[in-house]
């Protein structure tokens, strides 16, 4: 399926999706696939969509399918306890959750103090971190949007603090080229594209913190959250719940 641009008759390229509404449901799956502890098959739902795409950007569709999770590392993991204690007595509450958000490329030009990563400390109330199963967790009223925190649990409630600790290495140039990649997002196999290669970088740094739990642990039992802050698609999911094994 060629498309070509309003402005005339350049050709863009095959489509990977019908339509920005068949896009728009598929990201929601794959969220949905990440809020349920199915990372794998995220990341390998998102590459089988990436290969129907043809003459759009074939480096930026290269970059996308073969950036792995073996490359990126955590820094400063390490470093959580020692904050955590530190939040908890400025603050006088338990954190119970911790947040790892993506920001958004575009503005590292425009914030001197831009980090590719927030970290964000959450308590136990009105959200039970600390007993909350991954199914209720992940809740939600649509099929897109990260709705189970900010409509349902009020997730905003919950923020004691945010800082840049922690950081990512290894997924740099997928990252800075995925965003500029997806143009307003435009109804056609750029902004397929576009969304199909941040989702890509979404899904690897779910799969990193998750790792990264497996094989450092945490400073205690808590849930942690992979989101975003202004960083299209938005995935908001638990990579790791409360007491999981």
Same mark, same amino acid.
Request: aromatic share 8%; with cysteine.
């Given at each position: +399926?060629? %498309?070509?641009?309003? &402005?005339?008759?350049?050709?863009?390229? &095959?489509?990977?999706?019908?339509?920005?509404?068949?896009?728009?449901?598929?990201?929601?799956?794959?969220?949905? /696939?990440?809020? *349920?502890?199915?990372?794998?098959?995220?990341?390998?739902?998102?590459?089988?969509?990436? *290969?129907?795409?043809?003459?759009?950007?074939?480096? %930026?569709? @290269? %970059?996308?399918?073969?950036?792995?999770?073996?490359?990126?590392?955590?820094?400063?993991?390490?470093?959580?306890?020692?904050?955590?204690?530190?939040? *908890?007595? &400025?603050?006088? @509450?338990?954190?119970?959750?911790?947040?790892?958000?993506?920001?958004?490329?575009?503005?590292?030009? +425009?914030?001197?103090?831009?980090?590719?990563?927030?970290?964000?400390?959450?308590?136990?109330?009105?959200?039970?971190?600390?007993? /909350? $199963?991954?199914? !209720?967790?992940?809740?939600? &009223?649509?099929?897109?949007?990260?709705?189970?925190?900010?409509?349902? +649990?009020?997730?905003?409630?919950?923020?004691?603090?945010?800082?840049?600790?922690? !950081?990512?290495?290894?997924? !740099?140039?997928?990252?800075?080229?995925?965003?500029?990649?997806?143009?307003?997002?435009?109804?056609?196999?750029?902004?397929? %594209?576009?969304?199909?290669?941040? /989702? $890509?970088?979404?899904?690897?740094?779910?799969?990193?913190?998750?790792?990264?739990?497996?094989?450092?642990?945490?400073?205690?039992?808590?849930?942690?959250?992979?989101? /975003?802050?202004?960083?299209?698609?938005?995935? *908001?999911?638990?990579?790791?719940?409360?007491?999981?094994?």
């Amino acid at each position: +399926m060629a %498309l070509t641009y309003a &402005k005339g008759a350049q050709t863009v390229g &095959k489509r990977a999706f019908s339509d920005i509404q068949d896009r728009d449901a598929f990201l929601g799956r794959v969220e949905t /696939a990440l809020r *349920e502890g199915r990372a794998t098959e995220a990341l390998f739902t998102v590459h089988q969509a990436l *290969e129907k795409l043809s003459g759009v950007n074939d480096e %930026l569709v @290269k %970059l996308a399918m073969t950036t792995s999770t073996d490359q990126l590392a955590l820094l400063n993991w390490d470093r959580l306890g020692g904050q955590i204690a530190r939040y *908890e007595a &400025k603050f006088g @509450k338990r954190i119970t959750a911790l947040g790892i958000n993506m920001n958004n490329p575009v503005h590292r030009g +425009m914030d001197p103090d831009y980090c590719d990563l927030e970290t964000n400390y959450y308590g136990d109330y009105p959200v039970p971190f600390s007993t /909350a $199963s991954r199914a !209720e967790l992940a809740i939600a &009223k649509h099929e897109r949007g990260p709705t189970w925190h900010k409509e349902i +649990m009020k997730w905003d409630s919950e923020f004691i603090e945010v800082e840049t600790l922690i !950081e990512l290495t290894g997924m !740099e140039a997928l990252y800075e080229a995925s965003n500029p990649a997806y143009p307003a997002r435009s109804d056609d196999s750029i902004g397929d %594209l576009g969304a199909l290669a941040s /989702a $890509s970088c979404a899904v690897l740094l779910h799969q990193a913190v998750k790792n990264t739990i497996r094989e450092q642990g945490l400073p205690r039992p808590m849930t942690v959250i992979v989101g /975003a802050n202004d960083h299209f698609p938005d995935f *908001e999911a638990p990579a790791w719940v409360f007491n999981e094994k």
